[in-house]
Every structure is written in C-alpha cells, then in structure tokens.
C-alpha cells in the first residue's frame, strides 16, 4: 500500500437484534462496495444468518470480511434470533472485543448505541468511534426539541397533543406516544445521548431527499457531524440477497401475490419482534375479514394461538378463499414490498420498515407501537404525505405487559381507506412512488448518499495518511 493512497480500515459492530443488526451488516456492505476494508464483528451465531451474502460480496470482489467474537468459556452469546429488544445486555462481548482491538487497529468502528459499555472501551483503545442509532434525522430532531422545551409538560392530559416546538413542520404529539425515558427523563438514554456527542460522528440510514429539512437542522442546529448513506437495504440488489436478508425467508408467498391484481394486496408487518395486547390480532382478523381485501399478515414466530386468538375458522377461510396468507416465520420483506401486487402497508413504522416501503413507493397504514415509532408516524404522514394512521396512541416498552387495544373499528376504516385507493391514495402513492425514485438515485454514484459514503472514506483516508505521514 502506498502512503498516497492507504486503504481505509473500517470495522463495524452491529447490535443483536433484529432492526439495528440488519441494516449495519448492509450499511458495511455499502463502504465495502465504495471500497472501505469492512470487517463486520459478532457473535458466531449471528454471523452464520449473514454469511452467504457476504461471501457473495467478497466474490465480486469486495473487501468485507467477519470477524466472529470467541466468548469467554461458560458466556451465554446475547443472541436472540432477531428479536432482541434495546436492553438485551451484550457486556459479556466486551472481553472477546477487546482482546481482539488490542491486536487489529481499524481506522474507525462503527458501532451501534445499544452496546453502552462500547463507547468507553473505544475511548480507552484509542479507536475513532462513529455511533448508528438505527434511525433517521428527523425523529432525532423532535426527540432533541422534546427534551429541550418540555411541551409535554404543558399540557393538561396524556391525550392532549402538543406541538414539538421549533422544527420545519407543524409536528404534534401527545403525552401517551412519548417513550417513558422521554416522559420522566430517567438516565438511560442521556448516556446514549453523550456517547454520541462525544463520538466522531454518525452514519445514518437515511438519504438526504427523504427529510432535507431534518438533515439541516440535525446537522447546523443541533450540530452532529452525520453521514447520510441510505437507504441501506438498496445494497441488496438480486433476489437471493433479498430473500436470506435477516434470516433465510419462506418465498411461498411470493407465488401467491403473482396471481394477484396490482395494488390490490395489503401487507401488514410490525417489524422483527411484534409484541401486543393480548386480543389484539382478534381485532386485526375482523377488521381484515369485514374489509374483504387481500391480505399478507406476518404475525411472527412468537405469536401464540392461545393468547392472541384469531376468530374461529379464520385461517382456513382465508386460505379457501385466497384471500390472505399468514405468516408465522421471517417474511421476505423487501421482495414482497416491491411486488406489485402489494398496494399498501400497514406497518409499526419501525425505521427500515418504513424506508423500505418509501424505496418501494407503497404508501402505508402506520401503525406505531414503541421506540421513535410515533416520531416516524408523522414523518410518513404528516411530512411525506404517504399514509394514514390507524389511531394508536399508546408507546409500550418492549418489556411491559401491552394493554392498549386498537379496536377494530379503528383499524377497518384505516384498511378501507388505504385500499380502496381512492383519489388521496393515488396522490400518496404517486409521492411514495417519487421518493422510491429519490432513494434510488441517492445511492447511485454521484447521488447523495453514495457522496457521503465516499466522504467519509476520504476523511478517514487523509487521517490515516497524516498519521503515516508523521510516522505514527
Ligand atoms: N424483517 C423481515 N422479515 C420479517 C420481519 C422483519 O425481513 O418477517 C426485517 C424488515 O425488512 C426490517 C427489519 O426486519 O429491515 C425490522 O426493522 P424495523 O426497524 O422495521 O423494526 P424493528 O424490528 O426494529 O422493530
């Protein structure tokens, strides 16, 4: 190598769990391809969900490699087969981690918020540190304005909605839709807050055109230095990719929506770990079956009969008359979402769910249950203009027990509207389809996020030079 042009090291560690490790081991892929040495550090187990697309990448010729931790004897791996939640603790990495940073130096980690003892150990390393969040600008900036101007201290109830004071857009928001670390200002996200102030700067799942407006403001007000390189699920270009993403999916479903007509099936998923109030799928399934329109529901692996019951007879008339397929498994979501059968999305707004419908152009019923989910719900409605909300009104922790219902009234008017597809719905389709455009050639060369990826290469690129440079 010579000192010109020294080969850029990144290393990148992904969380465990299902929403943030997937779109860091694409997110890795990404600066592989823009030519930045990409080690992707985790447990073995992890490792093997991910393996065969990284071994096609490295076939094409991409510098990107796993390094799989060895734990300590007797440590039980924090694996969780997608669905860790945000305090799914992985301290017992740390050791592994070190021994291994103590003998490769890369030119920056970049690692996700949700190891909270990482920060120190880069720190006390000497590693340059660039924190992923797992979501966007913009729920970063009403998440900041909350914390700031307290509006939800000014209202009279938990149902009374507040404006989030000081963004580009009339953004509101009531006491009940706020996470409680945000309602009570406990520690535990300050701690998250300060690693990433004192971080070099964030790489976002994003891309510019998406939220131009929270870009700026998260940038110049707010001061982050941040890389918007997304969306990162676009790095998946052939079916097979697509199809392993995650976890290896049942593409059965797939052959069902060919023989569907275009935009008439709704696809409803809330995410990697959907966790609710017991009888909620009750009301789903009514609502679905008094709609009368097609239906892709993934209910999740951990979906029990016995506590979410579906109404009696409902699979097998589903079934008889081709009118839905359930899901118990992993779906294959981007190949569904870009099918065109799939005319809406009814989703828990989770940030990658969310962005990949926007890369879809699907407009969605949104649906948000916990973490920044209530945040993303008016950007996708209020801001973007491609859905409608289904009415939910409660955050939930992943851990607590769920009581809020959405009754099925609530959600047969929200599948009614979306899939009748009536003049508002051709408009937000034909925004959502002008976005899936955007992102696509935001990471195009010379679109803006496939700028920002080289520009944080060549950051890092001309660090490394002055270090060789002067010897160090
Ligand atoms: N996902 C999938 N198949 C499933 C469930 C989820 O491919 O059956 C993927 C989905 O495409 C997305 C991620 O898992 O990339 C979920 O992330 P999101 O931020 O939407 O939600 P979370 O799981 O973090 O709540």
């Known amino acids: ?66 390094h799989a ?16 939640t945000p305090s799914t603790d992985t301290t017992v990495l740390r ?23 990482a920060a120190e150990l880069f720190d006390e390393l000497g590693i340059r540190r660039i924190v992923f969040n797992g979501s966007g600008c913009f729920p970063r ?5 909350i914390r700031k101007y307290e509006p939800h201290e000014k209202v009279g109830s938990d149902y009374e909605p ?55 403001y998260f940038r110049k007000e707010m001061g982050k230095k941040a890389w918007l390189v997304g969306p990162a699920s676009l790095c998946n270009k052939n079916t097979t990719d697509k199809a392993e993403r995650g976890k290896q999916a049942d593409q059965s479903c797939l052959r069902w929506l060919d023989e569907k007509e275009p935009n008439s099936v709704l696809y409803i998923s809330f995410g990697s770990k959907p966790s609710f109030a017991p009888g909620q799928f009750l009301e789903v399934a009514h609502a679905l079956e008094a709609s009368n329109y097609s239906f892709i529901w993934v209910v999740g692996k951990t979906f029990k009969d016995e ?24 779906a294959p979501q981007l190949l569904i979402l870009e099918h065109g059968a799939v005319g809406g999305f009814m989703t828990h707004c989770g940030w990658n769910s969310m962005l990949e419908g926007v890369c879809c152009g699907v407009p969605m019923i949104t649906w948000p249950l916990s973490a920044e989910q209530f945040s993303n719900e008016k950007l996708v409605t209020d801001v973007l203009g491609i859905g ?19 009754v099925r009234e609530k959600v047969e008017v929200g599948v009614k509207r979306m899939m009748s597809g ?18 696509k050639k935001a990471v195009q060369v010379g679109g803006s996020s496939s700028i920002d990826a080289d520009a944080l290469i060549e950051e890092l690129k001309s660090s490394k030079k002055m270090r060789v440079d002067s010897g160090g």
């Open 69 to 84: 931790l060895q734990l300590l004897d007797g440590a039980v791996s924090p694996d969780s087969d997608m669905s860790a």
């Open 388 to 406: 409608v909300q289904v009415g939910s009104m409660e955050w939930m922790s992943f851990s607590s027990e769920k009581k809020a219902l959405v």
């Open 141 to 145: 900036c009403v998440k900041e304005n």
């Open 307 to 330: 506590e979410r019951c579906l109404p009696g007879g409902f699979e097998e008339r589903i079934k008889e008359s081709k009118k839905g397929v359930i899901i118990r498994g992993w």
């Open 95 to 117: 050791e592994p981690l070190k021994l291994f940073l103590i003998e490769h130096k890369p030119d920056c980690i970049v690692f996700d918020m949700f190891h909270r003892w």
């Open 422 to 439: 009536g003049d508002e719905i051709v408009e937000m389709r034909k925004r959502a389809k002008e976005l899936a455009e955007k992102a």
């Open 162 to 216: 507040f404006l989030v004071p000081g963004l580009p857009d009339r953004i509101e928001l009531t006491r009940s839709q706020l996470p409680v670390f945000l309602r009570d200002k406990s520690g535990r996200s300050d701690r998250m807050a300060k690693d990433e102030e004192k971080s070099f700067g964030a790489v976002v799942n994003s891309f510019y055109e998406l939220e131009p407006a929270y870009a700026d």
């Open 1 to 66: 190598m010579n000192s010109e042009a020294p080969q850029v090291e990144m290393y990148f560690f992904p969380y465990v769990g299902g929403g943030h490790q997937i779109p860091m081991i694409d997110i890795a892929r990404l600066f592989a391809s823009h030519g930045a040495k990409s080690t992707i550090i985790v447990t073995p187990t992890n490792a093997l969900q991910f393996q065969n697309s990284i071994l096609r990448d490295q076939n094409s010729g991409h510098p990107i490699s796993i």
